[in-house]
């Protein structure tokens, strides 16, 4: 995902570069139960959902706006539309000037920012409860009456430009995930990434942008989510007071091409300014909240989830072949890729990395994971549910993703349990279908020797 003004979670590298999170201790998985979340729905008649939940234990709200719109909508020669008009979506309405949405929210002591992925666009604040009103109608303005000016387009146009110069293009090997897409799909829209290309932004015009907003940004493409100290009756009142009176839009019709199955492996070789080679390998694999992506998630885990993992172990703790080799699964709307990323220490080719990896996939597809090893990886993704319960934020993104992405809201219920009922043959049953080598891209980069430098910048 790319984010509007930080980028903590957003490079399309932060996957591999994130410090693996510390791993409980085996025992308790599967005993333990996640309080239920009582969640309160209402969709108005202009087609806008509503998810609520009820938090009373400090005396703030979360606010979410999730736009069903993301990367995967935009046509050919759109590409980077969704996360411009993120941009936009803070630089003033009929009502309001420029950052004066933002200026609102922080005033009050809230915080509000925005991000885009390839599957949706989500506009959040955390406010003091006694501001939410506040909160909403920004929202809802923001909804109806966005002045997109040709000055306004032109100015964010030039800060998307300058936000992909610095995140990517001037990154070591920031663009290595956008080059493994374009090669890995051929037709769905995943091929190109939120970022979108330098030309098309050039391309844009004030007048497409309209076009996107008056399409996209309309009540029946998009679910409200509140999660914090608010009382329903009082929220539902507020909540049409500001929404309701807002048109709904035509209904949106999608056309998105289904990418075929991948017939052999693809290779793709760089020659960059970095000081280190580097790998990165995707398989194709189904899309998030499908039957296999529970034993893949957990496979991400016991691949590359801290030091006792077995990328990790064999990589850079036995062999030292890498000075960093992780693995995760990019799940969303559509079918996507898991990853397999590595670093390589000076004097190594990426051939031994990868032949070591291969070995290691070897092993899950033709032996059963013994079962204290998947329970481990299980308590690893229980922990990841509870620690997410503290939060009002991040119960508000993993209900928006159940709603919005999933299509079913109660998730937030029931989906530990389906980490929870994975079994060793599930595993072996997915690593042989998806991590085999005609169903992967890889990409090699080699260091150009024309820099003296480190890898960073
Ligand atoms: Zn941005």
Redo the contacts with the bound molecule.
Sequence with gaps: M???QHWTDCSPLAWFLIPALLALPAPLAGRVRLPHTQIDQVVLANGLRVEMVENHDAPVVNVQVWYHVGSKDEGAGQTGFA?LF??LMFDGTRNLGPDEFSNYIVRSGGLDNAYTTEDATVFWETVPSSTLPVALWLEADRMRNLDISDRSFKNEREV?KE?RRERFDNQPYGNVLEVLYAHAFTVHPYRHTPIGSMEDLDRASAGDVRRFYDTYYVPNNATLVIVGDFVKAGAEAEIRKYFAPIAAGAPIERHIAVEPPQAGQRIVKLQQDVALPAFVEGFHMPADGTPDAYPLRLAAVVLSEGESSRIYRRLVYEKQIALQAESSGNFTEDPNLFFVFGVLNAGYAPAQAEAEIESLLADLRSQPLPAAELEKAQNEILREFTVDRQSNQSRADELGQDTVILKDPELVNTEVERFLSVTPADIERVARKYFVPENMTLVEVYPDGKSGRGGGR
């Design positions: 790319i984010s509007r996360h993120e941009h998307v936000e």
